[in-house]
């Protein structure tokens, strides 16, 4: 079933969070709007499996790699895909750099120009779009390996279906799973209260429907969290 933007900010959809449908029209649809795309960004940087991608990307000399331009981070690689692309090679497993430091300390050195299969590969949290391979790859660009790797990447842009605060004009669908509906919608209303200072009890109602958004993506461990400056993602005042 297709979900629309209008499915998730329209009067009836926040009227069933935000007590009725009257309160909803205390927020114009450019408001709601703004605060719907922030949500689809805020899903694709916290669950990075609802933009999951694939592809086959060649691999650059050394040891440090990057996603494509524009990815947000790191899901997995999976295997070698040849000097071609195409030519499904050995698996990847993952491993923990230190790890690897302690069996081969100087193991990030760039091996004899010729080619050869990645082994594994290793990632850091802190760093979502960069991760290192073992063996390094050659300098020849003609040696190195292509991977398969799984990558999260922004939400594909939406082109309304007209101009003007007209609800019709937002019958558009989403561009990220229609099973993250209600979690969007969640998210949604926390904006929408946290930037109202006219509502009763707003901060608390912000933070109620912030944490059921972490809820139903799967990410319980923000539940409850203080705003901080190194969180963006718990900035339910922001845009």
């Known amino acids: 079933m297709t979900v629309y933007v209008s499915d998730i900010i329209g009067d009836d959809a926040l009227g069933l969070l935000l007590i009725d449908t009257a309160e909803v029209r205390n927020y ?3 408001a709601r709007y703004a605060a719907f795309l922030l949500a689809q960004r805020s899903l694709a940087s916290l669950q990075p499996k609802a933009t999951a991608t694939h592809a086959a990307q060649r691999l650059v000399a050394g040891a440090k790699q990057s996603i494509p331009t524009g990815g947000l ?40 120009d010729s080619a050869v299969e990645v082994i594994h590969y290793a990632f850091d949290d802190r760093d ?20 398969e790797i799984v990558y999260s990447e922004p939400p ?40 109202d200072n006219h509502t009763v009890n707003g901060a608390q109602r912000a933070r109620m429907h912030m ?29």
């Open 211 to 239: 944490d059921t958004f972490f809820a139903l993506i799967d990410r319980k461990d923000l539940i409850g969290k203080a705003y901080s400056p190194n969180m963006p993602y718990l900035q339910v005042q922001s845009g």
């Open 73 to 112: 981070q790191l899901i997995d690689v999976v295997w070698n895909s040849g000097t071609d692309g195409t030519t499904i090679g050995r698996a990847i497993t993952l491993i923990d750099r230190g790890e690897l430091a302690l069996i081969d300390p100087d193991w990030a050195k760039a091996p004899a």
């Open 28 to 30: 114009t649809l450019e």
């Open 156 to 195: 594909d842009d939406i082109t309304l279906a007209g101009a003007g605060d007209h609800e019709s004009h937002y019958d558009v669908a989403i561009t990220v799973p229609e099973t993250y509906q209600a979690a969007l919608t969640h998210y949604v209303a926390a904006h929408l209260l946290s930037r």
């Open 128 to 147: 979502p779009t960069v991760f290192y391979v073992y063996p390094p790859q050659p300098a020849t660009e003609s040696y190195r390996q292509y991977v």
